[in-house]
């Protein structure tokens, strides 16, 4: 319950910082989505919950006590003298049941452990995936704002471009071709822009709904893409990978609750040992019936035949086990698979983003020479609004591979179970300084 609490409170917190100041950071909306998300509170409560199998078995290592009583009419008939009698009976018992040899307890008790363990790490697990969801989310309408920008620069230069070629066309300085190729590529740039702005609004939609309130701006990046940040050390990732990755984790810890079930049934052919301590009292008229009973004894149970049925439970057992050691191999490679797809996606991003830098660099070089051609009167305002085309698609290009290579590292983080608030906090600090 407090950590419900301070989860509300937590919410509450970062909902007034965002509505002071509107720009929403990726720390923030993550700290939102922490707090509002239904499947992530859903996995909370399954956690709390497991924990509570913990107590319940411990609770089989100490004595059950039972209070009974039982009233009513009583009518019967002696023997020795042939009188009936009818009365009302009362009687009134206290029993304790101490277990004496039950080994399976204690194997339940650390098989109920194990199990904790294995929800916390899917609440783990869960809060890392919705660190990834949120900053796919966050990412992609930055991407699309970016490309709004590189459409919206291509609609002025085509407007700009087709309207002086009709002024051209009744000096015979231009044709009807060329103004009609002009006005599909301005069309063109109209639609896919119309169309941008839709995907725009969806994605960011998508983000409300992972945050659970509006979001009115989003950080965008501004400063220098120093890809040299990013860590390239392999040998290091890896390693952290095989240490703490929360699904080789959780089929781990599934395989070993496994092997304690199989050892847990195989307990079923042992014997049970109880110590049993009762005292009964009995009101009633019967002068031969008892009128306490006190009671204390060891019992002892051994099974000898039911069927085959705990014979079945340890195979079933056995073979769920065989199940869970293949499921802890398929993840590992699996999350291998995994690793090596982003490693390769991480080296194609920095050698992109190298070449995506010289490209607006040359872009930038050229639309400072057009510029200063103006100047000079040997370029005209249409060919600055298609240097500035040229130069905003080199800009957007490299933001949008940019932020495709932060989310590789958020990516990165996750599969190496390091993915938290603290951590997207720090990347944000380190990259986004404006």
């Known amino acids: ?64 006590i039972d209070l009974t009583g039982s009233g009513g009419k009583y009518e019967y008939e ?64 930055l991407q699309i704002s970016m490309e709004m920008e590189k459409l919206d620069t291509q609609k002025i230069f085509y407007e700009s471009k087709y309207q002086k070629i009709l002024s051209m066309l009744p000096l015979g300085f231009s044709n009807t071709i060329e103004m009609l190729d002009v006005k599909a590529n301005k069309d063109k740039a109209l639609v896919d822009y119309v169309a941008k702005k839709r995907e725009f609004q969806a994605e ?59 050892d847990i049934r195989k307990y079923e052919h042992y014997p049970k040992v109880d110590l049993v301590v009762s005292k009964a009292q009995n009101y009633t008229n019967d002068l031969v019936a008892h ?22 439970r ?36 920095l050698e992109s983003i190298g070449i995506l830098e010289e490209a607006k660099h040359s872009a930038q070089m050229y639309l400072l020479a057009i510029r200063q051609g103006e100047k000079e009167g040997t370029k005209s305002q249409v060919d600055i609004l298609e240097a500035e085309t040229k130069f905003q698609s080199m800009k957007s290009e490299l933001a949008i591979t940019f932020y495709e290579m932060l989310l590789n590292e958020l990516n990165l983080l996750a599969l190496t179970g390091d993915l938290s608030l603290t951590k997207m906090q720090q990347i944000e600090t380190m990259f986004f300084n404006n």
Request: proline share 2%; glycine share 4%; with cysteine.
């Open 204 to 262: 960011k939609a998508k983000l409300e709904r992972l945050i659970g309130q509006s979001v009115h701006q989003v950080l965008p990046y501004e400063g220098n893409y120093d890809i040299q940040k990013f860590s390239k050390a392999k040998s290091l990732w890896k390693k952290r990978l095989q240490e703490n990755n929360k699904d080789s984790k959780i089929a781990e810890l599934s395989k070993e609750a496994a092997r304690m079930e199989m």
């Open 314 to 349: 340890v195979q079933e057992a056995t073979l769920l086990f065989h199940a869970a050691s293949e499921n802890f191999n398929a993840v590992n490679t699996q999350i291998l698979d995994q690793f090596e797809d982003i490693w390769t996606q991480r080296e194609s991003l």
């Open 1 to 64: 319950m407090i950590k419900k609490g301070l989860i509300s409170l937590l919410w509450f917190c970062v909902s007034l910082a965002h509505a002071n100041d509107e720009s929403l950071h990726l720390y923030q909306a993550y700290e939102l989505a922490l707090s509002y998300a239904p499947k992530y509170k859903a996995q909370s409560y399954k956690t709390d919950a497991t924990a509570e199998g913990i107590e319940q078995a411990k609770s089989k290592l100490y004595p059950k």
């Open 291 to 312: 009128k306490y009973d006190n009671k204390a004894m060891v019992q002892i149970s051994v099974p000898l035949y039911q069927g085959g049925y705990t014979k079945s």
């Open 78 to 141: 002696t023997y020795y003298n042939g009188e009936s009698t009818s009365e009302m009976y009362k009687t009134y018992s206290l029993s304790l049941v101490q277990p004496l040899y039950r080994p399976e307890i204690l194997d339940v008790i650390e098989q109920s452990k194990t199990r904790y363990d294995a929800s916390r790490e899917e609440l783990s697990q869960q809060e890392q995936q919705l660190g990834i969801d949120v900053a796919k989310a966050y990412f992609k309408v």
